[in-house]
């Protein structure tokens, strides 16, 4: 009995004197730790951009992938003719027959050519709307001969000779030998008679123009010996082109 009073007054000073266990403190040299941020707030007055771009399509170069209606015309002039559009061949236009061509909208080139002659006409595509380009009025002016020509150019009398000009046209893109062959009546008075006889002469001429070249060579007609001579008009009877 007496030892269990005695137990009981040393736990009960112990708790008296505070023996009860303790934290133990930190280190005299420990530095309080503040704690550090990496990303910097946005504050109330802190403006925002947003930037957004927006492509302009009025300078877009793509097409628009719609077709227009176009027809070239050479109206009454006589021939066939080849016709590009912006140098690539499209076909070709003939007398009263127009060329009907579906192209891209927008601006373009077109040309008519006749032998190494070429017109050329600037024309605008819209969808929707027809053009019409008639070269006629160009290729009279320009090409007036589409095919290898000759033709007298004028003639008159030198003495007892009937001098002819002869016009050697080519139209073509090569070196043409043309050659003509050219006769006329006519009549005059002999001399030891004094009787009016009718008679022909006839000649020929040679040229080899280059392409687009008009050349014109003479031909001399050597008529029979008398006077006061009558002719007709000279006419060419053969012609020949290589």
């Given at each position: 009995?007496?030892?269990?009073?005695l137990?009981?007054?040393?736990?009960?000073?112990?708790l008296?004197?505070?023996?009860?266990?303790?934290?133990k403190?930190?280190?005299?040299?420990?530095?309080a730790?503040?704690?550090t941020?990496?990303?910097?707030?946005?504050?109330?007055?802190t403006?925002?951009?947003t930037?957004?771009?927006?492509a302009?399509?009025s300078?877009?170069?793509f097409?628009?992938?719609?077709?227009?209606l176009?027809k070239?015309?050479t109206?009454?002039?006589?021939g066939e003719?080849?016709?590009?559009?912006?140098?690539?061949s499209s076909?070709?236009?003939?007398?009263?027959?127009p060329?009907s061509?579906?192209?891209?909208?927008g601006?373009?080139?077109?040309?008519?050519?006749?032998?190494?002659?070429?017109?050329?006409?600037?024309v605008?595509?819209?969808?929707?709307?027809?053009?019409?380009?008639?070269f006629?009025?160009?290729l009279?002016?320009?090409?007036?001969?589409?095919?290898?020509?000759?033709?007298?150019?004028?003639?008159?009398?030198?003495?007892?000779q009937?001098?002819?000009?002869?016009?050697?046209?080519?139209?073509?893109?090569?070196?043409?030998?043309?050659?003509?062959?050219?006769?006329?009546?006519?009549?005059?008075?002999e001399?030891?008679s004094n009787n009016?006889v009718?008679?022909?002469?006839q000649?020929?001429?040679?040229?080899?123009?280059?392409?687009?070249?008009?050349?014109?060579k003479?031909?001399?007609?050597?008529?029979?010996?008398?006077?006061?001579?009558?002719?007709?008009?000279?006419?060419i009877?053969h012609?020949?082109?290589?």
């Amino acid at each position: 009995m007496r030892a269990e009073v005695l137990l009981f007054l040393v736990v009960a000073g112990c708790l008296a004197a505070g023996c009860s266990g303790q934290m133990k403190p930190a280190a005299g040299n420990s530095s309080a730790v503040t704690p550090t941020y990496t990303f910097t707030q946005f504050s109330n007055g802190t403006t925002v951009t947003t930037v957004t771009t927006v492509a302009n399509s009025s300078n877009s170069t793509f097409p628009s992938g719609l077709k227009g209606l176009l027809k070239v015309s050479t109206g009454s002039f006589i021939g066939e003719f080849p016709v590009s559009v912006d140098n690539a061949s499209s076909g070709v236009v003939t007398t009263q027959r127009p060329l009907s061509l579906m192209i891209d909208e927008g601006n373009h080139t077109v040309e008519v050519c006749c032998g190494v002659v070429c017109e050329q006409e600037n024309v605008t595509i819209k969808f929707g709307a027809q053009r019409i380009i008639d070269f006629s009025e160009q290729l009279k002016k320009d090409c007036e001969f589409s095919e290898p020509t000759v033709r007298i150019a004028g003639y008159f009398m030198n003495g007892d000779q009937l001098t002819v000009n002869v016009e050697f046209i080519n139209p073509t893109t090569k070196t043409l030998t043309m050659s003509a062959e050219i006769s006329c009546g006519y009549s005059y008075i002999e001399s030891r008679s004094n009787n009016r006889v009718g008679n022909f002469a006839q000649g020929f001429v040679f040229s080899s123009p280059n392409p687009g070249d008009r050349i014109i060579k003479t031909l001399n007609l050597d008529l029979a010996s008398g006077n006061s001579y009558n002719y007709a008009i000279p006419t060419i009877t053969h012609i020949t082109s290589q």
